[in-house]
């Protein structure tokens, strides 16, 4: 059974940072792709961020660019989102996730199966 657990959100200022952090279990961590989807109140939950398999690739959303940064370390089976200058409209519950198949770009979000239960994040003005 795959096991998705975050943690790292709080309440911050704008213009802060946050690092989430994403502990999985239940499979070979190093075999597949993570990824970070965030969900405002009112809105769909959308994409934020991914990390390939082996790190070689990551994707980030235009709203997200040159702030954030993702990252993974397979000997701690843990994906990381560092979220720097953080806005007000950056408030939201963040999850990770990560795919059914191994061996992925994780650029696809359809591809992610596997949920945690979120870690809500809040930027204050």
């Known amino acids: 059974q795959v096991l998705l657990v975050e943690s790292g959100g709080g309440l911050v200022q704008a213009g802060g940072s946050l690092r989430l952090s994403c502990a999985a279990s239940g499979r070979t961590f190093s075999r597949y792709a993570m990824g970070w989807f965030r969900q405002a109140p009112g809105k769909e939950r959308e994409f934020v961020a991914a990390?390939?398999?082996?790190?070689?690739?990551?994707y980030y959303a235009d709203s997200v660019k040159g702030r954030f940064t993702i990252s993974r370390d397979n000997g701690k089976n843990t994906a990381y989102l560092q979220m720097n200058s953080l806005k007000p409209e950056d408030t939201a519950v963040y999850y990770c996730?990560?795919?059914?198949?191994?061996?992925?770009?994780?650029?696809?979000?359809?591809?992610?199966?596997?949920w945690g239960q979120g870690t809500q994040v809040t930027v204050s003005s």
């Open positions: 990390i390939s398999w082996n790190a070689a690739s990551t």
């Open positions: 996730a990560t795919t059914e198949t191994a061996y992925s770009t994780g650029r696809n979000s359809n591809d992610y199966v596997y």
